[in-house]
């Protein structure tokens, strides 16, 4: 007798539970976020924090490196956050009214005070003064102080560029959404808030003070703008070596600075190359790191360390959607860093000083001039590479770096340099230069355009883009492609640990294993997360040496990916070794409180340490802090499942769908709930209207198949596997479904069809040709034998 694997009611038993984790919003703004052998490991008890005597301010700076200051005053930098005063408010506080989504906030003075009379936390509209300035251009924001410490950044804002610009003009940073006080992003709620959000990047040496117990904040900071020491580090000890007896010609520039900055070096033009080279490749990554702390998409791990990897204090968003498009180009605000390093130009030792003046924040030259830095003018300043008229303007960072607009005003250049590629516009809807530019042409004429100045990218090869994407949609035909990035050297790594991401579940562990001794942290704490559907045996296995990695994002990474290890099953010294990291991961965490998403992934690891208690305590803060939470409310919700106290589950989801009526994953886990409790009809009802609404995914419309076909209406669920087998083709588990469900409507010759599509899709699971052997000798067994009597 054939048995056929569980795809009905037991299909639906083993669906994994909703365990879902945040790094960061993906929709905040400028002011809110600023989200082969291992190397010689840094003591972990060394890094501390600089104490704040070590800090000297960067006045005193300015008798030595006069013209370090000079340039510095006045930029960006200086000016990035300051007291609100005559001369720094830039916007109109003459009584005047703004009226936004049936709010209407007023801008008027109060003696000496620039005042702001707006709707507060609980809806009502009173008065707040302004206590802080925010940024100068191209649009200046306001803080504004709340009880409980907090500063806040209004979301009504200054547009600061001239008026034959558009500017001079108040403007929400949010035109078409109606933001009012319940929403977690309006001016009161949590990701506006300075002390968490914005303090770090726009002032030096910060202590945001925040107190859990009292959800309180007493946040102070060295010097209120982002002074010398923000990028080069405690100054202290430098002013003591540079004041000592010894000769100065024996004191070396940077003697006592916890960082060198100065990496440029000499680039030059070999013989008739037309890029120039490092005449020295770089060494180390000091400069950009320094500049990443804050020109990224990144979260906090605790106290910062200068001169320490990005990764040693920050987690990095890789570029993969939401905040990036599928081919890595930016779509949220993600700042510069992450794009940075998928260039060939970090490649080549390019750094962020070859391009940027630090301490005044301009350009080190003017339009295409600043290009033939490295790339010789006749080759690429010219018709022949740019293809566009003599004298039409063309510049090469409209081509290379095209620019999105944030916060109204506010364009900002994609770092990643690369080639426009309409191609995957037609394929993966990610936008191109060429029709940025030229915005009443399509896709389809500027790939037209490419191919006739023999210039058409695609042909080339297929980009990693697609494979990856196609990989991350379900479709294992891709895993191939994808395995052979990680491995490709030539790749940028930040592009390889994407690559590892999206493996991760799919047998990921020999890909893996040889990236966690990778010299890049990247790699490693990418890597790590890679195997987190791995076996728990060969998990501790794999990452139990990385116990003690210099890098707290790799340690954080394996505190997550460890924590489900059952501590009765190792050795006392493996216990011992776990508890101290997980030790240190709950006081890394602790460190951000006050951050949602912090809760969230506490509640994620108590959950996996099957502390419940712990779990529900993390998850109730995370929503306290923003009710819209979802993914915080799902979890408890699961929390509750496993509980066994179905009712408060399904409250909890009931709950979140009286909030977002349409949330897939609310739908889909609560259809679940329904046909646990014996609510079948209800249930298929929610599982399909999850189903209904999923476009970029798969699991909601297989799991609405399986509950079709469980229920008795066994061809409607055939047909609706058929539908998502053609929209999200090369998925196992569909195409295992598929054949197990040919097979019990005595239809062989089809499970067998995808039985042999399984082989293929899967080369390295047994299980496939096991399964397809049997379907082949059921289907030899009802065969009629030869000379027999067949009637």
Not at 50 to 76: I, K, L, T
Not at 489 to 516: D, K, S, V
């Amino acid at each position: 007798m054939l048995s056929i694997a569980p795809a009905g009611d037991d299909a639906l038993r083993y669906i994994p539970s909703w365990r879902i984790t945040l790094t960061t919003p993906s929709h905040l703004l400028i002011a809110l976020l600023v989200a082969l052998t291992l190397p010689v490991a840094v003591p972990i008890e060394a890094r501390e924090a600089a104490p704040a005597e070590a800090f000297v301010g960067s006045e005193r700076c300015a008798g030595c490196h006069v013209d370090a200051y000079e340039q510095w005053q006045g930029s960006h930098h200086q000016l990035a956050m300051q007291e609100a005063s005559e001369e720094t408010v830039l916007g109109d506080f003459s009584d005047v009214s703004v009226t936004h989504q049936g709010v209407t906030t007023r801008f008027y003075r109060d003696g000496e005070h620039f005042m702001v009379h707006t709707d507060g936390a609980d809806g009502a509209l009173r008065d707040f003064p302004v206590r802080q300035v925010f940024g100068v251009y191209p649009l200046q924001q306001y803080l504004l102080p709340l009880d409980d410490g907090r500063l806040q950044a209004l979301g009504i804002a200054w547009d600061a560029r001239p008026a034959e610009d558009g500017g001079q003009r108040w403007y929400s940073l949010y035109p078409d959404e109606a933001i009012d006080h319940t929403d977690p992003l309006h001016w009161t709620g949590p990701y506006q808030n300075w002390n968490s959000r914005c303090a770090e990047c726009h002032s030096t040496q910060v202590d945001k003070g925040y107190s859990a117990s009292e959800r309180r904040y007493a946040t102070t900071y060295r010097e209120i703008s982002v002074g010398c020491e923000a990028c080069h580090g405690p100054g202290a000890n430098h002013v003591r070596q540079m004041q000592s007896v010894v000769p100065s010609g024996a004191r070396k520039p940077g003697a006592g600075l916890d960082v060198d900055l100065g990496q440029r070096g000499h680039w030059q033009f070999a013989g008739d190359a037309a890029i120039a080279t490092r005449d020295k490749p770089l060494q180390a990554d000091t400069q950009i790191n320094a500049c990443a702390r804050c020109h990224s998409r990144r979260g906090p791990l605790g106290d910062y360390h200068y001169g320490a990897d990005l990764l040693d204090t920050h987690r990095l968003a890789l570029p993969q959607p939401p905040l990036y498009h599928p081919d890595g180009q930016i779509d949220d605000e993600v700042f510069v860093h992450g794009s940075f390093l998928q260039s060939r130009m970090q490649r080549a030792g390019v750094v962020c000083s070859n391009c940027h003046e630090p301490h005044n924040n301009r350009l080190r030259a003017e339009g295409n001039a600043l290009c033939a830095q490295c790339h010789s003018p006749a080759a690429y300043d010219s018709q022949q590479h740019h293809r566009h008229p003599t004298g039409s303007g063309a510049q090469c960072v409209n081509c290379h770096m095209p620019a999105k607009r944030y916060m109204g005003v506010d364009d900002r250049r994609d770092h990643s340099m690369r080639i426009p590629r309409p191609d995957l516009t037609l394929v993966l809807g990610t936008p191109n230069a060429c029709t940025q530019c030229h915005s009443e042409r399509d896709s389809e004429w500027a790939l037209e355009s490419l191919r006739a100045w023999e210039m058409a990218p695609d042909t080339d090869g297929p980009h990693p883009a697609l494979a990856v994407q196609q990989l991350r949609e379900g479709d294992a035909r891709a895993r191939g492609e994808v395995l052979a990035q990680i491995a490709d050297p030539a790749l940028a790594n930040i592009w390889r640990a994407t690559a590892l991401e999206t493996l991760a579940g799919q047998n990921a562990a020999p890909t893996a294993t040889p990236m966690l001794r990778s010299a890049d942290p990247l790699l490693r704490s990418s890597a790590v997360r890679s195997l987190a559907g791995a076996d728990p045996r060969q998990r501790l296995e794999l990452l139990y040496p990385l116990r003690d990695d210099p890098v707290a994002a790799v340690r954080m990474a394996l505190a997550e990916n460890l924590a489900d290890i059952p501590l009765g099953r190792v050795s006392p010294a493996q216990r011992e070794h776990l508890l101290q990291l997980f030790d240190e991961y709950l006081a890394v965490q602790a460190r951000h409180a006050d951050m949602p998403e912090t809760q969230l992934q506490l509640g994620v690891f108590h959950h996996a340490r099957n502390d419940l208690p712990r779990a529900e305590s993390a998850y109730r803060e995370a929503l306290a802090l923003d009710p819209s939470l979802a993914a915080a409310r799902l979890n408890l919700a699961d929390l509750q499942r496993q509980r066994g106290d179905e009712d408060a589950a399904r409250r909890e989801l009931e709950t979140l769908l009286d909030q977002s009526p349409d949330d897939g994953n609310a739908l889909h886990a609560l259809g679940l709930l329904e046909i646990r409790t014996g609510n079948r009809d209800r249930g298929s009802e929610l599982l399909q209207a999850a189903a209904e609404r999923e476009s970029a995914g798969w699991r909601h419309r297989y799991v609405n198949a399986v509950a079709l076909y469980s229920s008795g209406m066994q061809e409607k669920g055939r047909e609706a596997l058929r539908a998502l087998d053609r929209a999200r083709p090369g998925n196992p588990a569909v195409v295992m479904a598929l054949s197990e469900y040919a097979a019990a409507a005595g239809d062989l010759d089809d499970a067998i069809v995808h039985a042999r599509s399984l082989v293929t899709l899967v080369p390295d699971n047994p299980a496939y040709p096991q399964w397809l052997q049997r379907l082949r000798q059921l289907a030899a067994s009802r065969q009629p034998q030869p000379g027999s009597n067949t009637r």
